[in-house]
């Protein structure tokens, strides 16, 4: 949806434009951010797109809603693998439940840690119109592993002027389509607003398409996100069309820069055309769109493990999709430290506590007996105060990384954490998935490929209906 301008001025960005779109960009304070991190990406680099519906300011004529508060309507991940030629938008279900870590609010304070809780809710923590992009960077850095390098907010306007921009984007609606599935609150079906068809769309009625949810496909918000992911690839693939040049590049770069709100590294046209630019070698057919991977739970959306965990570390590795390494400059240290990895892992002097963080009876002590498989001393296997860990934590105390490091290679997608106590603590969450006999924990497919719903053709069921046209 609104995700959609970050991509295209991703496509469009030209160094000239930034004299004249500095005054545009709006920034968030980094002060909301956790000082809990993941480690520094050593490949490919992470940024998060926000699409936000806030009914604020002039998007207060495209919304259809009321109030001031701003939202999340969709979210995604991109990764930019290290060789810039490749690229993989992860999109997160603003519906699916997850873990929220303390964020900030207006006046200062930090909120409790949240679980079980919807991921877009972590948008509105302070109830304020321009939202909270910093506790959604929080949320995802927990949620996956990975550090978030950027993140940058689009809104409802800057969208539809973005559409407006390149003369609109084709479409096809398989059926024709009124104000009542655009709103199911109306209370009845309303006037027609799309007809049965191929069509080019473009403004408010661009962003009626990708809002849609109810009259098309399966009604679901899952099936929207795939929607939007296939205009996204459309939008981008119009750009390349016309040619980037001053004619068609100042109105799309306009739009673009009016409608964002970015991290302070990223605080100036001249800093984020000139990222942009880093990226001009990312063809849409290397540009993969995918859901992480999850299941209805009642009427949100859980996330499966250990297959999102496995995505996670993926790209933690810099592997595309398929298993292969994209690494750029510094790949070759990368594949040295996984080489490394891959060497059997010694515990030989390393005395860890291990804690059973699940509902699952006897797994504290089938970890247990893994690590001493591996050479570690135990010290004891107990129940976690809390059976509510999604992700296997571990934390160690003054100079012992090193060592928790080594046991983190057992442990895909652990969180490590630095505590004033000594030793290392071992507590597993819910997305450890146990070793088979003489594998290591949590061990990827042999053929390094990640199994996932792939929409890297940017087709959806919507298409098929309409025939011929197609986004790929």
């Avoid at 877009?120 to 550090?147: H, Y």
Wanted: hydrophobic share 35%; glycine share 12%.
């Amino acid at each position: 949806m609104t995700t959609a301008s970050f991509l295209v001025l991703v496509a469009a960005g030209a160094g000239w434009l930034y004299h004249r779109l500095d005054g545009n960009i709006t920034t968030f304070g980094a002060d909301g951010v956790s000082r809990d991190r993941p480690a520094p990406n050593t490949g490919g680099s992470n940024v998060l797109v926000i699409g936000s519906d806030s009914r604020s300011g002039k998007n207060s004529e495209l919304g259809g809603g009321e109030g001031d508060v701003g939202r999340s309507d969709t979210a995604f991940l991109l990764h930019i693998y290290g060789d810039r030629k490749h690229a993989l938008a992860v999109s997160v279900p603003r519906d699916a439940l997850v873990d929220i870590p303390p964020c900030r609010l207006p006046d200062g304070s930090w909120t409790q840690p949240r679980t079980n809780t919807m991921f877009n809710s972590a948008f509105t923590v302070g109830e304020t119109a321009e939202g909270n992009p910093a506790c959604t960077q929080n949320t995802v850095e927990k949620l996956t592993g990975l550090r978030v390098d950027h993140t940058v907010v689009v809104d409802f306007n800057g969208f539809a002027k973005m559409t407006e921009a390149v003369g609109g984007v084709p479409v096809c609606v398989p059926q024709d389509l009124y104000q009542g599935d655009l709103n199911p609150n109306l209370g009845h079906r309303g006037k027609r607003i799309f007809t049965k068809g191929q069509q080019t769309v473009e403004g408010h009625k661009a962003l009626d398409y990708v809002r849609l949810r109810h009259g098309i496909g399966d009604g679901s918000d899952i099936g929207r996100i795939k929607r939007q992911q296939a205009f996204v690839s459309g939008l981008i693939r119009k750009i390349k069309e016309q040619g980037v040049n001053p004619t068609t590049l100042l109105p799309l770069a306009t739009a673009a820069t009016e409608s964002l709100t970015v991290d302070p590294e990223l605080g100036s046209a001249q800093k984020l055309l000139s990222f942009a630019m880093g990226l001009k070698d990312i063809d849409l057919h290397n540009t993969a769109f995918v859901t992480v991977p999850w299941r209805y739970q009642g009427a949100r959306v859980a996330i499966v493990h250990p297959a999102a965990d496995t995505l996670w570390a993926a790209l933690r590795a810099d592997r595309t999709l398929d298993g292969k390494d994209a690494a750029g400059e510094g790949g070759a240290k990368k594949k040295q430290d996984e080489s490394a990895s891959q060497e059997p892992v010694s515990g030989a002097g390393i005395d860890v506590t291990v804690l059973n963080g699940t509902h699952t009876p006897g797994l504290g002590s089938r970890v247990a007996d893994t690590l001493r498989s591996s050479g570690f001393t135990v010290a004891s296997a107990t129940t976690a105060p809390s059976q509510e860990h999604a992700t296997t934590e571990i934390s160690y105390g003054p100079g012992q990384e090193e060592k928790a490091r080594t046991t983190a290679r057992l442990f895909p997608g652990a969180e490590l954490h630095e505590g004033t106590a000594p030793g290392i603590t071992v507590t597993v969450g819910s997305s450890y998935s146990e070793p088979s006999p003489g594998s290591t924990a949590s061990a990827p497919p042999a053929d390094g490929k990640v199994p996932t719903e792939v929409s890297d053709d940017a087709r959806t069921a919507d298409d098929d209906a309409c025939a011929k046209l197609s986004y790929g």
